[in-house]
């Protein structure tokens, strides 16, 4: 691969979306953050825990701080999930290299990485050898987990998805040789977001571009996902922060970042089993009637307009995916020059203050 063309990949597969959240509180109140580690010279970040009220957890870390890093390029992690057993859970990419590669790390509840999950508490992996940039994951109740986000195939960004099982092997029954893609060559998307539901079942959220912006939900099943409904974008959202998240007793979609809850219990098995039933529950029903699917719900974002005057999928899509390489690439570079202006700031001030 060509060192311009590998840079500019590089480049577009680090700017992430924004629905993964470095945040994660519990129903008592106690929270996971993680943020940049302000000492000198310091190119790692911290991973705290605090109790109820703010206080420190003292049991966790040193005075309630790990240390970490997850590639030497010092990128921040898109996202963090904590299982029902309290370990934590971050997804990242480690940039250098022609092919970036996805960093899936995991910590124990007392903020140590587990040493039974990669190389140190990390796992670096290509899927397939493709490159995939990680917007969020989602342990599973099995000990295996998802990763969402996004590749470049043939000048054009995709949606992608792929599963690692509990030994934290690529299970390749998955999409084709181990990683699913949205199809849709004249449309730019990104798996934006993960979620488990109450109902055991698991949900992609996926954000479209192109002739027709859309909002996307999709049911996750053993071996793909499978589209459960989908919207147009409203005018005020670019799709970056879209959520899929589980109301009462079904799905809906939602815009908005913010801080994400301790993953509910969730399998593939849960989820197809769910989606098959629901499936055949509707087609025994009339319209209206018993037939329910939890995946069949509003997705929350009014239509732009009618479904008739938005089925012409034809229009030219060249420009547009050439404008959103070359914005993915914008965005990357800016987000890691305000980083390092951000770094440079906290050691000056620093400076002065000695």
Do not use: C, Y
Request: net charge negative; aromatic share 6%; hydrophobic share 45%.
């Amino acid at each position: 691969m060509p060192r311009l063309a590998a840079a500019a990949l590089a480049g577009a597969l680090l700017a992430h979306a924004q629905a993964g959240s470095l945040v994660v509180r519990d129903v008592d109140g106690a929270q996971w953050t993680v943020h940049d580690d302000p000492a000198d010279g310091a190119n790692d970040f911290l991973l705290a825990h605090q109790l109820a009220g703010g206080t420190p957890d003292a049991r966790f870390g040193r005075n309630g701080q790990s240390a970490f890093t997850l590639g030497v390029d010092g990128d921040a992690p898109a996202s963090i999930r904590v299982d029902g057993g309290h370990r934590i859970w971050m997804v990242g990419l480690d940039g250098v290299g022609n092919v970036p590669q996805t960093v899936v790390a995991r910590f124990l509840a007392d903020g140590s990485p587990d040493p039974r999950w990669g190389v140190q508490g990390k796992l670096r992996i290509s899927p397939d050898g493709i490159a995939v940039r990680p917007n969020d994951l989602l342990p599973l109740s099995d000990g295996s987990v998802l990763v969402a986000g996004a590749v470049i195939a043939q000048g054009s960004a995709r949606a992608a998805l792929f599963h690692l099982q509990a030994d934290g092997t690529l299970d390749r029954r998955f999409g084709t040789g181990g990683v699913w893609q949205r199809a849709g060559d004249a449309e730019t998307s990104s798996a934006t977001s993960l979620a488990a539901g109450a109902d055991g079942s698991a949900a992609l959220a996926v954000a479209v571009r192109g002739a027709r912006p859309g909002a996307e939900l999709w049911a996750i099943g053993e071996s793909a996902p499978l589209l459960a409904s989908r919207a147009a974008l409203p005018d005020t959202s670019d799709g970056e922060d879209l959520r899929g998240t589980w109301v009462a007793d079904h799905w809906t979609l939602v815009s908005g970042g913010g801080a994400t809850g301790v993953v509910a219990p969730a399998t593939l098995a849960a989820a197809a089993s769910t989606r098959t039933s629901a499936a055949a529950s509707a087609a025994a029903s009339e319209p209206g009637q018993a037939g329910f699917s939890p995946f069949a719900a509003d997705p929350g974002f009014p239509a732009s307009q009618p479904e008739h005057e938005r089925e012409d999928d034809s229009a030219p899509g060249s420009w547009l995916l050439a404008a959103a390489l070359l914005a993915l690439a914008a965005i990357a570079a800016g987000a890691g020059l305000a980083w390092r202006r951000r770094k440079a700031r906290r050691r000056g001030a620093a400076t002065t203050r000695r």
